[in-house]
C-alpha cells in the first residue's frame, strides 16, 4: 500500500513538473501575451487598455477625448456668415472584441460606453449690411443665431467590426474599426436675438427633425502596442 501510494506521489510530481515546463514554454514562445495598449485616431480619438482572456477574446477599458473650436467665414444662401462654434466629447468604454479566425485579425466588437459629454455648439453671425425694402440693417442690429446638440450625460450600448489586435502578436500593430454608439435623441436648442430672435419658434420643428438622431458614428485608425 505504501508503495502504490509513493508511486502515485510520484506520478503527480511528475505531472506537475510536466505542466510547469509547458506553461514557462508558452511563455517564452510568446503565446500567452494578456497586454495591450492602443491608440484611436479618428472620430473618437482615445486611447483603449486591452486584456486577452482567450485567444479569440480580449476585453478594453477606454476613454476618448475630443474638443475642437472653429472661427470661421461661411456662405449660407449666398451671404457671408462668421461662424463660430465648438465640439466637445468626453466618453468611457468597456467592450470585448472577438476574433472568430485564428489566421485573420478581423473582429467583431460589442460593449458599452458612458457619455459624459456629447456637445456640438454653432453661432452664426452675419458680416454685411442686409436690406430691407429702404431700410438697411448692420450686422450689430441683425444679432446672431445660437444652435446647440447635446446629447448630456448617458449610457450607449456600441456595435462595430474591424481589423487589428488590441493585444497584438507582433510588439506593434496597427488597425481599422468602424461601428456606432445607439445613443438617446440629443437636445436641440436654436435661440436667435434681436432681428432674429424670430428664429427661436423654429426649435420644436429642428428637435422633431432631430428624433431619429442617435447613431453616433465611430471610425477609427488605431496603432497597438503589446505591453508584456
Known amino acids: ?40 485616431l479618428g472620430t473618437t480619438p482615445g486611447l483603449d487598455i486591452g486584456y486577452a482572456i482567450s485567444p ?4 478594453r477599458l477606454g476613454y476618448s477625448y475630443f474638443k475642437y473650436n472653429t472661427n470661421t467665414t461661411a456662405k449660407t444662401s449666398g451671404e457671408d456668415v462668421k461662424l463660430g462654434g465648438d465640439a466637445n466629447v468626453s466618453i468611457a468604454s468597456l467592450s470585448f472584441e472577438y476574433h472568430p ?6 473582429k467583431l466588437i460589442g460593449g458599452a460606453s458612458y457619455f459624459d459629454k456629447g456637445q456640438i ?16 440693417f448692420s450686422p450689430s442690429d441683425l ?27 507582433r510588439r506593434v500593430g496597427f488597425g481599422f474599426e468602424v461601428g456606432s454608439y445607439y445613443t438617446q435623441t440629443p437636445k436641440v436648442t436654436l435661440t436667435g436675438d ?14 422633431e427633425n432631430m428624433k431619429d438622431w ?3 458614428p465611430v471610425v477609427n485608425l488605431r496603432l497597438a502596442i503589446r505591453l508584456d
Open 214 to 216: 442617435k447613431y453616433w
Open 143 to 169: 444679432g446672431n443665431v445660437q444652435f446647440t446638440v447635446d446629447y448630456g450625460k448617458q449610457y450607449a450600448p456600441f456595435a462595430g467590426i474591424g481589423f487589428g489586435r488590441t493585444v497584438p502578436k
Open 1 to 40: 500500500m505504501q508503495q502504490k501510494t509513493t508511486f502515485s506521489l510520484f506520478l503527480l510530481y511528475v505531472c506537475l513538473i510536466s505542466y510547469s515546463n509547458v506553461t514557462k514554454a508558452q511563455s517564452l514562445s510568446g503565446s500567452s501575451h494578456k497586454l495591450g495598449l492602443s491608440l484611436n
Open 101 to 106: 479566425f485564428k489566421r485573420s485579425s478581423f
Open 56 to 59: 479569440k477574446i480580449i476585453a
Open 194 to 207: 434681436k432681428r432674429l430672435s424670430s428664429m427661436s419658434e423654429q426649435q420644436a420643428k429642428v428637435q
Open 121 to 136: 455648439a454653432l453661432v452664426v453671425t452675419p458680416t454685411g449690411t442686409y436690406k430691407f425694402g429702404s431700410t438697411s
